[in-house]
């Protein structure tokens, strides 16, 4: 396992973050649990904004909440001056109860709720991600109905689709989101919405993918960003404010991922921006973006224990632990690979070849396959490294497995910032009706 951030391998051998001997961890709070090192996602978020600082640009950062939603890490986000993407109540509600400034949410998503968007308006949060016509008529009817003017941005589909190493320019692009630009949608958008009296009009938005290693495909999108704002001043008068250039930036799972520094990200689109406006003689505008990914990914570490092992001769060898696909379903949804350790005996030398499969009753929970590792024995720690984004909050109560508690580390100290599920938790929205309670109490008697 790569040990960034504030990992290190103790004078035990044991895997210690944020001051933390994850042994301690696992014995204080059990497993699995998720592990949060709070010094990596602070300097992440700072990477993000000093690059900005230093471009000059008016900017945002605004986190994508997505990548984990909880009431900490949106204090965290506040704290570092990051604005706050929500895609839904949900996290708009965490967000709200966390304190979040609500004139830094910005609120995204393909099917808002009129609930929804009426929570957002009571709460008047800084700007909707307007994403399609329903939504720019009913936000327009629901704003007008309280007598505010709102702000918005019109998320495009840029025709440019990255992901990882490749981007790939497409002419009519089959997405579920945004305003199409190739077949004249984003066009036709913007000038429904200039008429739409209750709609400030700050710019638009565009996100081109997720994991991506390199800056040619930002590149692209800002030109297609910036030929479209061109395009709308022309033709409609309109000048934009800001341009949001979405999320995307990848981290190194694996030995195989080669992302590059935030400020090279930053420095590349800010450089982009500032050519292709200046020399179209128009005002830089205000740029936004959305990490979510790379701001929390590579902070998060899931701590198992290992339980059963089998070896199926000349085939496989299976570690089990306690958790798997409900707290990690990324490699059983995309087959994305992790790295891990034995966490309590980090410095031995691997001695075989595993799969590491979850409890789930499903062929597919597995969790990492060829993994190396010493001959792990039931009661030995594993950590997962890079759980930080798309784990906790994409985790189920599949099986009825109790969702496992989130630690920050920081200097030596450990909080639980979301407490491990109870066997309560599991039935509380259970209702059993009247007419089936009877049958319990009878079976009982
Ligand atoms: C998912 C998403 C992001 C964040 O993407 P990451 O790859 O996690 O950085 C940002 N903006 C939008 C609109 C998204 O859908």
Redesign the pocket.
């Known amino acids: 396992m790569y040990l960034h951030g504030t990992s290190k391998i103790n004078g035990q051998g044991h895997l210690e973050i944020g001051g933390c001997d994850t042994s301690k961890l696992a014995e204080t709070f059990g497993t699995p649990l998720y592990i949060m090192d709070e010094a990596l996602i602070r300097q992440r978020a700072r990477e993000y904004m000093e690059a900005f600082r230093a471009s000059g640009l008016t900017f945002q950062v605004a986190y994508?909440s997505?990548?984990f939603c909880v009431q900490a890490m949106c204090r965290i986000a506040d704290e570092e001056g990051l604005s706050l993407?929500v895609v839904s109540d949900g996290e708009l509600h965490t967000a709200l109860t966390a304190g979040f400034p609500t004139e830094r949410i910005h609120f995204?998503g393909n099917n808002k709720t009129p609930e929804e968007i009426e929570m957002a308006l009571d709460a008047q949060i800084g700007c909707f991600v307007v994403d399609n016509f329903v939504e720019l008529k009913l936000l327009n009817a629901m704003a007008g109905e309280r007598s505010s003017k709102v702000n918005v941005l019109l998320r495009i589909t840029p025709g440019v689709e990255a992901h990882t190493h490749e981007f790939i320019s497409t002419g009519q692009t089959d997405s579920k989101f945004g305003f199409d630009l190739g077949n004249g949608a984003a066009y036709t958008a913007m000038e429904e919405a200039k008429a739409l009296e209750n709609l400030n009009i700050l710019g638009v938005h565009s996100?081109i993918g997720?994991?991506i290693f390199e800056v040619d495909g930002f590149k692209m999108a800002v030109d297609k960003v910036a030929g479209f704002a061109i395009d709308v001043r022309d033709r409609l008068g309109l000048t934009f404010e800001v341009i949001n250039l979405?999320?995307?930036?990848g981290i190194r799972y694996t030995a195989e991922d080669t992302p590059l520094q935030m400020s090279q990200y930053v420095g590349a689109i800010a450089d982009s921006v500032k050519q292709t406006f200046e020399s179209a003689g128009y005002p830089v505008p205000e740029i936004w973006i959305?990490?979510?990914?790379?701001m929390v990914g590579d902070a998060g570490t899931t701590l198992y224990t290992v339980g059963t092992y089998k070896e199926i001769p000349g085939v496989n060898k299976y570690i089990a632990v306690d958790g798997g696909m409900t707290d990690n379903i990324r490699p059983a949804l995309y087959g994305s690979k992790y790295e891990a350790i034995l966490a309590n005996r980090a410095n031995e030398a691997a001695t075989e070849k595993v799969t590491v499969a979850g409890k789930a009753c499903e062929s597919g929970d597995k969790i990492l396959w060829d993994l190396e590792i010493p001959k792990a024995e039931t009661g030995d720690l594993l950590a997962v490294s890079c759980t930080g984004?798309y784990n906790y909050a994409m985790a189920s109560n599949y099986n009825r497995i109790r969702r496992p508690a989130v630690v920050f580390v920081a200097d030596g100290q450990a909080d639980v910032v979301v407490k491990r599920e109870s066997h309560q938790d599991i039935v509380v929205n259970d209702v059993i009706p009247a007419r089936l309670a009877k049958k319990v109490e009878a079976a009982k008697a």
């Not at 979405?246 to 930036?249: D, L, N, Q, W």
């Open positions: 994508a997505k990548a993407d995204h996100h997720s994991q979405g999320g995307g930036f959305e990490p979510g990914r790379s984004a």
